[in-house]
Nanobody, 126 residues
Framework: QVQLVESGGGLVQAGGSLRLSCAASGRTFSSRAMGWFRQAPGKEREFVAAITWSGGTTPYADSVKGRFTISRDNAKNTVYLQMNSLKPEDTAVYYC???????????????????WGQGTQVTVSS
C-alpha cells in the first residue's frame, strides 16, 4: 500500500504563492502517476494537476494552467504543487493521490486513483 501525507497549506493573500508537498511511502511510488485535487465545502472534488512517473506528462485543469506547476522527486518520494498568483477561488482542501502501479500515463478522473492523502487546507484571502 501507499501512504500519502500532504503539507504546506496555509493562509495567503491573493496574488501570493504556496508550495504544497506530498510525502509518499511505498515501494512502488516511482512507477505511479500522481495527482493533485481540491475540494471546497459543498462542492465535488476536482482535478488540479497530474504527473506521470517520469514527469514527462503534466496535465492541468484550465483554471490553474499557467499559475500552478506540478513536479516530483522520486528519490525523495515526494510530489509538489507550486501555486503562484493565488486567487480566492483557489481556496479548498488540497489532496494528493496516487494512481495504479506500473502505468505510463495519468488520468484526470478522481475514481482512477487508488490512494489519497488526508488533505491540506489552502485559504486565499482577498
Amino acid at each position: 500500500q501507499v501512504q500519502l501525507v500532504e503539507s504546506g497549506g496555509g493562509l495567503v493573500q491573493a496574488g501570493g504563492s504556496l508550495r504544497l508537498s506530498c510525502a509518499a511511502s511505498g515501494r512502488t511510488f516511482s512507477s505511479r502517476a500522481m495527482g493533485w485535487f481540491r475540494q471546497a465545502p459543498g462542492k465535488e472534488r476536482e482535478f488540479v494537476a497530474a504527473i506521470t512517473w517520469s514527469g514527462g506528462t503534466t496535465p492541468y485543469a484550465d483554471s490553474v494552467k499557467g499559475r500552478f506547476t506540478i513536479s516530483r522527486d522520486n528519490a525523495k518520494n515526494t510530489v509538489y504543487l507550486q501555486m503562484n498568483s493565488l486567487k480566492p477561488e483557489d481556496t479548498a482542501v488540497y489532496y494528493c493521490a496516487a494512481g495504479p502501479g506500473a502505468t505510463f500515463f495519468s488520468r484526470r478522473d478522481v475514481s482512477w486513483y487508488e490512494y489519497w492523502g488526508q488533505g491540506t487546507q489552502v485559504t486565499v484571502s482577498s
